[in-house]
């Protein structure tokens, strides 16, 4: 127990210096309230909280504490494609124009793989943005429908920060979506949060949400701006980056990042922020929650005894598109696979075939095969832009977990 961020919750034996580094977090760094788990098999070998939902540090972070992943939220969407792809709904080598023929970006051959890999030249839109048209899902295909490609599609990848969940969205709605509503009597298509809620999280009782239901409204932590970071003590300098030269303003970064510009309290902590479906950016989970579907993929598609989904879909899913290449909106390297970011700089562990995402501010979640390792970090302080020589909160987490391997 922390005096100040006071911290719950079980380690294995064996696992304490994971504990003692989440714990340094919060001592020596700026979490304020933060979730951890990590799954090997179906062995739950830590599950911690700790710290405060609010910026006051009044409100004790709980078991059951929901936090927004931002685009750790892509990881959980690339599941549900690649669900749509095992069932014949969707095929990675297809043209995306076979299932959304008016998108202007795919008239040249543009493949669903492509488009999952961040190449599709829709990293933004030029048409400007308000936050509230990201909770209108026919406004923004709309929009994206029309947009021409910023690039030519398939020669670049440059990250979709909020596009990708509309792109992937709208073709599993197409395709998936109509049909399993059709044969459901429904009046309207499924949308990918509802499938990812049925398909995954409730047969797995993992609690990640796309499209927050109302009644798990009160148990969302509210999220910090970098800009509201608490002050730190002198002790705590060790884990303090020094000043970086600030990240070069493209285009492209503008389109994808700031076209709306996206207030961490004043948009992510609203209750309409959290009950749209915005599948690259608003993901309400637990580390648990993120821990167990990833655990599920790293052992096979199946988690204590629940097949999910296949080992061969998988296969598929996870297979690189875009190699060790500098992403031009993020200004670093990402090695892509099909939603999934494949294991970059050791990210994610030692183990080149680990895959998953991360999210603005610091949550991360992954699937690492080889040791059937299943990730869960989340978080409601924000961390800035940081150096690549900086170790991250998530980052010495992971470190500390495989070094108890």
């Given at each position: 127990?922390?005096?100040?961020?006071?911290?719950?919750?079980?380690?294995?034996?064996?696992?304490?210096?994971?504990?003692?580094?989440?714990?340094?977090?919060?001592?020596?760094?700026?979490d304020?309230g933060?979730?951890?788990?990590i799954?090997?098999?179906?062995?739950?070998?830590?599950d911690?909280?700790?710290?405060?939902?609010?910026?006051?540090?009044?409100?004790?972070?709980?078991?059951?504490t929901?936090?927004?992943?931002?685009?750790?939220?892509?990881?959980?969407?690339?599941?549900?494609?690649?669900?749509?792809?095992?069932?014949?709904?969707?095929?990675y080598?297809?043209?995306?124009r076979?299932?959304?023929?008016d998108?202007?970006?795919?008239?040249?051959?543009?493949?669903?793989?492509?488009?999952?890999?961040?190449?599709?030249?829709?990293?933004?839109?030029?048409?400007?943005?308000?936050?509230?048209?990201?909770?209108?899902?026919?406004?923004?295909?709309?929009?994206?429908e029309?947009?021409?490609?910023?690039?030519?599609?398939?020669?670049?990848?440059?990250?979709?920060?909020?596009?990708?969940?509309?792109?992937?969205?709208?073709?599993v709605?197409?395709?998936?979506g109509?049909d399993?509503?059709?044969?459901?009597g429904?009046e309207?298509?499924?949308?990918?949060?509802q499938?990812f809620?049925?398909?995954?999280?409730k047969?797995?009782?993992?609690?990640?949400?796309?499209g927050?239901?109302?009644?798990?409204?009160?148990?969302?932590?509210?999220?910090?701006?970098?800009?509201?970071?608490?002050?730190?003590?002198?002790?705590?300098?060790?884990?303090?980056?020094?000043?970086?030269a600030?990240?070069?303003?493209?285009?492209?970064?503008?389109?994808?990042?700031?076209?709306?510009?996206?207030?961490p309290?004043?948009?992510?902590s609203?209750q309409?922020?959290?009950s749209?479906?915005?599948?690259?950016?608003n993901?309400?989970?637990?580390?648990?929650?993120?821990?167990?579907?990833?655990?599920?993929?790293?052992?096979?598609?199946?988690?204590?005894?629940?097949?999910?989904?296949?080992?061969?879909?998988?296969?598929?899913?996870?297979?690189?598109?875009v190699?060790m290449?500098?992403?031009?909106?993020?200004?670093?390297?990402?090695r892509?696979?099909r939603?999934?970011?494949?294991n970059?700089e050791?990210?994610?562990?030692?183990?080149?075939s680990?895959?998953?995402?991360?999210?603005?501010?610091?949550s991360?979640?992954f699937?690492?095969?080889?040791?059937?390792?299943?990730?869960?970090?989340?978080?409601?302080?924000m961390?800035?832009?940081?150096?690549v020589?900086?170790?991250?909160?998530?980052?010495?987490?992971v470190?500390?977990?495989?070094?108890?391997l």
């Amino acid at each position: 127990m922390n005096g100040e961020f006071p911290i719950s919750g079980v380690v294995k034996p064996g696992f304490e210096k994971v504990a003692q580094f989440f714990e340094a977090n919060f001592t020596t760094d700026i979490d304020v309230g933060a979730g951890l788990c990590i799954y090997q098999s179906d062995e739950l070998l830590v599950d911690l909280w700790g710290g405060y939902t609010d910026r006051n540090c009044l409100q004790p972070w709980q078991e059951n504490t929901l936090v927004n992943v931002y685009s750790t939220t892509k990881g959980m969407a690339s599941i549900v494609v690649a669900l749509a792809v095992e069932s014949g709904y969707l095929d990675y080598e297809a043209p995306v124009r076979d299932y959304w023929p008016d998108l202007k970006a795919a008239e040249n051959g543009l493949t669903v793989a492509q488009l999952l890999s961040h190449q599709g030249g829709l990293c933004g839109v030029e048409t400007p943005l308000r936050v509230a048209d990201l909770y209108n899902w026919d406004y923004m295909t709309g929009v994206l429908e029309k947009q021409s490609p910023l690039w030519e599609p398939g020669t670049l990848a440059a990250y979709h920060a909020i596009t990708w969940g509309y792109l992937a969205g709208e073709l599993v709605r197409r395709t998936m979506g109509t049909d399993l509503a059709s044969h459901a009597g429904l009046e309207q298509a499924l949308t990918l949060g509802q499938l990812f809620n049925s398909s995954f999280a409730k047969p797995l009782e993992a609690e990640v949400y796309i499209g927050l239901p109302e009644q798990h409204l009160p148990r969302v932590a509210e999220m910090i701006s970098p800009k509201q970071v608490r002050k730190l003590n002198k002790a705590s300098v060790e884990h303090q980056p020094d000043a970086e030269a600030p990240l070069q303003i493209s285009d492209w970064y503008r389109l994808s990042l700031m076209n709306p510009l996206i207030g961490p309290y004043r948009d992510v902590s609203t209750q309409a922020w959290r009950s749209a479906e915005i599948p690259a950016a608003n993901g309400q989970a637990s580390a648990k929650g993120v821990a167990k579907i990833y655990a599920g993929l790293a052992n096979q598609g199946k988690f204590e005894g629940k097949r999910i989904i296949g080992s061969e879909v998988l296969e598929q899913a996870t297979r690189e598109e875009v190699g060790m290449v500098v992403d031009p909106v993020l200004q670093r390297p990402v090695r892509r696979a099909r939603g999934f970011v494949l294991n970059t700089e050791n990210a994610y562990g030692p183990n080149d075939s680990a895959y998953g995402h991360s999210g603005a501010g610091g949550s991360l979640g992954f699937a690492d095969p080889i040791q059937h390792v299943g990730f869960g970090y989340v978080m409601n302080q924000m961390q800035g832009e940081l150096g690549v020589e900086y170790e991250t909160r998530a980052t010495r987490l992971v470190n500390a977990f495989y070094s108890c391997l």
